[in-house]
C-alpha cells in the first residue's frame, strides 16, 4: 500500500531550468520524505496553477530526476509527455505518477531499497510557465525502542543553541533525537508545534494534527523543518530521546507538599534521587507508568503521567503533563523519585 511517510518544508532556491525559464514564488517549498526499507513511497509534487492544461495533454511534459552532487551524473527517473511515459534504469517498471487531479505530478516508488535515499527533482513544463520542486527522500531500517519528547528548560522557548539544548538533554538522563527517532516518535502520534534541535543540527517539528499556527493547513500532517541553523547563535528547544529505563522510577508518598529542595531531600532519604524528565517519560512510554499526582522533577518542573486518560487526567490523550517551573521555595507539589539499579 503506498505511502506518504513524512512532509519536511525546506525554503527552496532555484535559477534555472534545463527546459526554459523557471517561474518559483520566493517561498516556494521543497519536502523530505522518509520510506520504510521494501515499502512503497509517494514524493508530491504539483503545478503551481490550478487553470492549466492537464498533464494527459500533449504540451505538458513533466520530468522526474534522481540529482548528485555532481549534475553530470544526475539519473533520469521518468519522463511524460502527454499520453507517453518511460522510465529508466533502476527505476524502470517500478515508478507512475500519480495523476489523481490534472495538476498532480506526483511520483509512486514502488518496493524501496537504500539506494533509493537521494534527492529528486520534478520539472513541470507547460509551455508557459515551468515549475521545479525538490524532494528529498531517506530509507529507513529501524529504530532502538525509547520515547522522543520536547524539552525547554525554565528559561522558556526558544532559549537554547545547540551545546546548551545538547547539555539540557543530557542533564535529563537523555540525548538529543535524530531525525529517524523523530520520524518514529511523529508516526506514533506525537504533536507539537515549537520547533527544537536534532542531532543533526537542523531544526524541526512534528505535526500530526495541521492548523495555521504551526505551518498552515495547506501542507498536510508532517515534519515541518527550518533546515541547519547556525548552534551558536540560533536559539530553540530540543528534542530529546531516551531509551527504558535502568532503575526504578517511582512516586515517593509523602503525609505533605514538599517544596523543591524538600522533594530533593525525600529522595535522598528513601535511597534515590529526585526523578529526570528523561526518567518520567521513559517509564510512560516504555512501562505506560499511570499517575494522576503532579510531582517535581529535577530540572524544577512539575509533571505528571497518564497512560490512561480519563476525566481530570488528561481526559483527551496519553501523555506527560507538564504543569510548569513553580517558585521551588513554595510548598506545591509531591515528588517522583528514581532508584537505579544496584
Known amino acids: ?123 513541470i513544463i507547460n509551455g508557459m510557465v515551468d515549475t521545479m520542486q525538490e524532494v528529498s527522500l531517506e530509507v529507513l531500517i529501524g529504530f532502538t525502542e525509547g520515547v522522543v519528547f520536547p524539552y525547554h528548560p525554565n528559561l522558556g522557548r526558544y532559549n537554547m543553541n545547540f551545546n546548551v539544548a545538547t547539555q539540557a538533554c543530557l542533564d535529563q538522563d537523555a540525548e538529543v533525537a535524530t531525525p529517524e527517532q523523530l520520524h518514529e516518535a511523529w508516526k506514533g502520534g506525537l504533536d507539537w508545534c515549537n520547533a527544537g534541535w536534532l542531532s543533526d543540527g537542523t531544526v524541526q517539528y512534528p505535526i500530526n494534527n495541521p492548523r495555521e499556527l504551526c505551518g498552515g493547513t495547506n501542507n498536510g500532517p508532517g515534519i515541518r523543518t527550518y533546515g541547519r541553523r547556525n548552534k551558536t547563535v540560533n536559539y530553540y528547544d530540543v528534542f530529546c530521546y531516551t531509551s527504558a529505563l535502568k532503575g526504578r522510577f517511582y512516586w515517593l508518598v509523602q503525609p505533605d507538599r514538599l517544596t523543591f529542595d524538600e522533594a530533593v531531600q525525600a529522595c535522598v532519604d528513601d535511597g534515590a534521587e529526585i526523578a529526570k524528565v528523561g526518567h518520567i517519560f521513559a517509564a510512560w512510554k516504555v512501562e505506560n507508568y499511570d499517575r494522576c499526582d503532579a510531582g517535581w522533577l529535577a530540572d524544577g518542573s512539575i509533571r505528571y503521567p497518564i497512560s490512561r486518560p480519563r476525566k481530570n487526567c488528561s481526559p483527551e490523550e496519553a501523555a506527560v503533563r507538564l504543569l510548569g517551573f513553580p517558585d521551588k521555595s513554595q510548598k506545591s507539589h509531591g515528588v517522583y523519585c528514581y532508584r537505579a539499579e544496584q
Open 1 to 123: 500500500m503506498m505511502s506518504l511517510l513524512c512532509i519536511t518544508v525546506i525554503a527552496l532556491t532555484l535559477a534555472g531550468s534545463a527546459f526554459g525559464q523557471v517561474t518559483i514564488p520566493p517561498f516556494q517549498l521543497t519536502v523530505k520524505v522518509y520510506a520504510e526499507l521494501g515499502a512503497n513511497v509517494t514524493l508530491p509534487c504539483g503545478s503551481l496553477s490550478s487553470n492549466g492544461p492537464s498533464f494527459g495533454n500533449v504540451g505538458m511534459r513533466v520530468k522526474w530526476t534522481k540529482v548528485a552532487e555532481d549534475e553530470s551524473l544526475n539519473e533520469d527517473v521518468l519522463l511524460s509527455m502527454g499520453f507517453h511515459k518511460k522510465s529508466y534504469g533502476s527505476f524502470e517498471g517500478r515508478v507512475f505518477l500519480e495523476e489523481i487531479e490534472n495538476n498532480d505530478a506526483s511520483l509512486t516508488l514502488t518496493d524501496m531499497s537504500m539506494e533509493d535515499t537521494g534527492k529528486y527533482r520534478c520539472e
